[in-house]
């Protein structure tokens, strides 16, 4: 363990402490995580030794996926913080299954635990819907020639080979990522094994409320990415529209208030509200600062509602590698009329 890693161990959060939430097999799942992509700017080496601390910190739930290119490097980690002593059960190690490979499932899942170096995971995501390659990195103009529309009966023959790993035991549940409520209503329809936690965006700008009580009402918990708005994404995904929670005056008097960094406030809110969110961060004191917040005192009711209102529709994450024809813009992705897209 690293001078840096002993000193997280010395006042880091007691895992017991930490929020959790109830899936509807009865399993626990930490009420946050740690993230691990690393927006093209961190090594896998870094995010592999914030992945060692924040375990010593008492962080137990991970957000993996092969697409991060880094779970080789993550799985030594793994390793290193099972012979320190936490058992393999008190984890919760989710992966991801990358758009290339919804017809070899079973080999992605394989290849992602062997990388991880463990026996099974906690949780498997269809990373998104669609079906369509681009290689890690491209611009968001790039269009795979033969990218597809969303296609219920393709996507069931993904998730019948996600239910098979769960059947086979190479992983203990599954779910979705990047959905819309009109897509998760087939997949609910048609599912023999539904999905556990349904991944999507989440943070005060971008609030998702309708898919949030939908899920929710259907016993799939909201896990949510970019929590702090994401702010040290790759160029390629910003728009000169795009709004800055951290920079909210609403969320900056609260962080002043209780004398933390505003992206605290975002994964306070978070946890407070009902989903669990997935922040990185490959420095100390912000992961550990953001593990703290969920057990500190909660924030007030008025916080909330403030919160609660400042939703700006801001999606971060708008997929537009996904589109499968000229011309649509990325609004099609996300089903916004409520119905799917039409091919
Ligand atoms: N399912 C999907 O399609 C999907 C899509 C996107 C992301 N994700 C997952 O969600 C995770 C989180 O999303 P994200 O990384 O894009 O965005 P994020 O967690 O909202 O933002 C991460 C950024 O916030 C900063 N930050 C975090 N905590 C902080 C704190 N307490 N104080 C100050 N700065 C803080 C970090 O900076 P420092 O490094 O300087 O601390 C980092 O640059 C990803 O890592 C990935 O695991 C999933």
Same mark, same amino acid.
């Given at each position: 363990?690293?001078d840096?890693?002993?000193?997280a161990?010395?006042?880091?959060?007691?895992?017991?402490l930490?929020?959790?939430?109830?899936?509807?097999?009865? &399993?626990r799942?930490?009420?946050?995580?740690?993230?691990?992509?690393?927006?093209d700017?961190?090594?896998?080496?870094e995010?592999a030794?914030?992945?060692?601390?924040?375990?010593a910190a008492?962080?137990?739930h991970?957000d993996?996926?092969?697409?991060y290119?880094?779970e080789?490097?993550?799985?030594?980690?793994?390793?290193?913080?099972?012979?320190?002593?936490?058992?393999?059960?008190?984890?919760?190690v989710?992966?991801?299954?990358?758009?290339?490979?919804?017809?070899?499932v079973?080999?992605s899942?394989?290849?992602?635990?062997?990388?991880?170096?463990?026996?099974?995971?906690?949780?498997?995501?269809?990373?998104?819907?669609?079906?369509?390659?681009?290689?890690p990195?491209?611009?968001?103009?790039?269009?795979?020639?033969? &990218?597809?529309?969303?296609i219920?009966?393709?996507?069931?023959?993904?998730?019948r080979?996600m239910e098979?790993?769960?059947?086979?035991?190479?992983?203990?549940?599954?779910?979705t990522s990047?959905?819309?409520?009109?897509?998760?209503k087939?997949?609910?329809?048609?599912?023999?094994?539904?999905? &556990?936690i349904?991944?999507?965006?989440?943070?005060p700008?971008f609030?998702q409320?309708?898919?949030f009580?939908?899920?929710?009402?259907?016993?799939?918990?909201?896990?949510?990415?970019?929590?702090?708005?994401?702010?040290g994404?790759?160029?390629?995904?910003r728009?000169?529209?795009d709004?800055?929670?951290?920079?909210d005056p609403?969320?900056l008097?609260?962080?002043?208030r209780l004398?933390?960094?505003?992206?605290?406030?975002?994964?306070?809110?978070?946890?407070?509200r009902?989903?669990?969110?997935i922040?990185?961060?490959?420095?100390r004191?912000?992961?550990?600062?953001?593990?703290?917040?969920?057990?500190s005192?909660?924030?007030?009711?008025?916080?909330?509602q403030?919160i &609660?209102?400042?939703?700006?529709n801001?999606?971060?994450i708008?997929?537009?590698?996904?589109?499968?024809?000229?011309?649509?813009?990325?609004?099609?992705?996300?089903?916004?009329?409520?119905?799917i897209?039409?091919?």
């Amino acid at each position: 363990m690293s001078d840096e890693n002993r000193t997280a161990a010395l006042d880091g959060v007691n895992p017991g402490l930490v929020p959790q939430r109830f899936l509807y097999t009865g &399993a626990r799942m930490p009420a946050i995580g740690l993230g691990t992509f690393g927006s093209d700017h961190v090594t896998a080496d870094e995010i592999a030794e914030a992945v060692k601390g924040a375990a010593a910190a008492g962080y137990r739930h991970f957000d993996c996926a092969s697409v991060y290119c880094n779970e080789d490097r993550i799985g030594p980690a793994f390793k290193a913080i099972m012979d320190g002593g936490v058992a393999r059960e008190e984890l919760w190690v989710v992966s991801k299954l990358w758009n290339d490979k919804h017809d070899d499932v079973l080999g992605s899942c394989q290849k992602s635990l062997a990388d991880l170096g463990l026996d099974y995971l906690d949780m498997y995501l269809v990373h998104w819907p669609f079906p369509n390659f681009h290689p890690p990195g491209c611009s968001v103009e790039s269009r795979s020639p033969d &990218a597809k529309p969303y296609i219920h009966e393709s996507f069931m023959r993904t998730w019948r080979q996600m239910e098979a790993l769960v059947e086979a035991g190479l992983v203990r549940h599954i779910g979705t990522s990047n959905m819309t409520v009109p897509k998760l209503k087939l997949l609910l329809r048609d599912c023999r094994i539904k999905p &556990a936690i349904n991944e999507m965006e989440l943070h005060p700008h971008f609030q998702q409320q309708e898919l949030f009580d939908f899920v929710r009402a259907n016993g799939i918990e909201p896990v949510g990415y970019c929590p702090v708005g994401s702010p040290g994404r790759p160029e390629r995904d910003r728009t000169p529209d795009d709004t800055v929670d951290i920079e909210d005056p609403v969320i900056l008097k609260i962080a002043q208030r209780l004398g933390v960094h505003p992206a605290v406030v975002c994964v306070k809110w978070a946890v407070q509200r009902g989903q669990t969110p997935i922040p990185f961060s490959v420095k100390r004191r912000n992961y550990l600062a953001n593990l703290q917040c969920t057990v500190s005192e909660p924030l007030t009711a008025t916080d909330m509602q403030a919160i &609660a209102g400042l939703e700006k529709n801001c999606r971060l994450i708008k997929g537009q590698v996904f589109l499968w024809k000229d011309g649509q813009t990325w609004e099609a992705l996300w089903d916004v009329d409520g119905e799917i897209t039409p091919p």
